[in-house]
């Protein structure tokens, strides 16, 4: 079996790691499996970066849609939009080959275009990491517009009203389109079971994956140390641009920790981030606070994980934010409000703690409860087990390949076969 795994880079972000996780979790695992990538960052041999030929004419009208179209249609939402209207030929390149499968893993930004999905002759799981499948150009809606879910009214035109444009163009190519949809939470499958863009698909429920070799316990004293921390309990925040976007809900961590420094001493609790564009040490909210910026080394992530005492994820929307799953990996408990796939990952009073929807008061609660009123230990016994139990890169190998036989998406089930039962095989041995 050959796969394709389409995505728009290796490295960058946490849909890119997922991808990568898997894809060489295929490798690993027997499976003949290539990453194509619109801008690789990495030096791993079995990612290719694709280059797009085009024409003198075609370049100029790509420049028009760059320089004057895209920064417009930002205006109209604040949400991050990706439009993906731009021609890129993946499309020929994937048909010529001889893979028997495609995988979509993060294809915003002009990955492919929506056409050119429509145009692949080869089946194709789209394993969403967010809600832009559904949406028009953004990939999380925040504002409660339920037109992605009831359908939007055409729009004369992209300038009018980018999103449903967009929409519209989806349903256009992709309404009869065979796509085998895989989500990373169900909270994620609901939505797309609601769209009516996508009627009567198949849809799975597969968490993403992470190495749990990598993202594994190290005592924490040991941990903080080395990290040149202090002995305080420590609460860790980290996500892709952390303080910025707003949809990571920094704002309404802010509030939690104006309650929680009412009863909870500034000598007990230090703040720690990343994913910010600096690494600073100051105060948060009357706490001794620093960062150590955007981090891309896996082992040095994990050290941060372990010498946390809590992880808190205040997100306002997000599909199964990789921050808790990696955290719980190290043995680490979190913290999280009851949205999108945050309930599924943090199981509440077992492995972490839920607080209702956008309730700073309850989250500050959360937080104190996790730090000075659980029994931590199995807390954290808790958290590993689940990392282990649901999130390990052979189990995710091993769920695939169970949907690739089950959906019957190729035609070469002897060769299969063997590959399941040696992912099996290597699965039990690992429990």
Known sequence: MKIIYLTNNDTNGGAAKGAYRLHTGFIKNEINSSMWVRNKLSSEMSIWQYFINVNHKRRKFDQHIAKDLYPKWREQYSEFSSFNVRKSNIDKLINKSDADLV??????????????????????????????????????????DQRYITGYNKPKSSAEDIDAWLWHKKLKYLEHKQITFVCGSQWLSNQVEKSPLYKNRTIHTIPSSIDTEIFKPIDKLIAKQALRLDKRKVILFGADNATKDSRKGYDLLCDALDTLKEYCPKDQVQIVLFGTKERFTSTIHGFTSQSFGYINDEIFLSLIYSAADVVVVPSKIDNLPFTAIEALACGTPAVGFNIGGVPEIIDHLKNGFIANAFDSKEFAKGIHWVLFESDYLLLSKNARTKAESEYSVNIQVSRYIDLIKQEKLINKYSHIQKIYKKVTQWVTKSF
Do not use: Q
């Open 103 to 144: 995988i979509f893993h993060w294809i915003g930004n002009d990955t492919i275009s929506i056409k050119e999905i429509a145009n692949i002759n080869k089946p194709i799981i789209w394993r969403l990491a967010d809600m832009w499948a559904i949406c028009g150009s953004r990939h999380y809606i925040m504002d409660n």
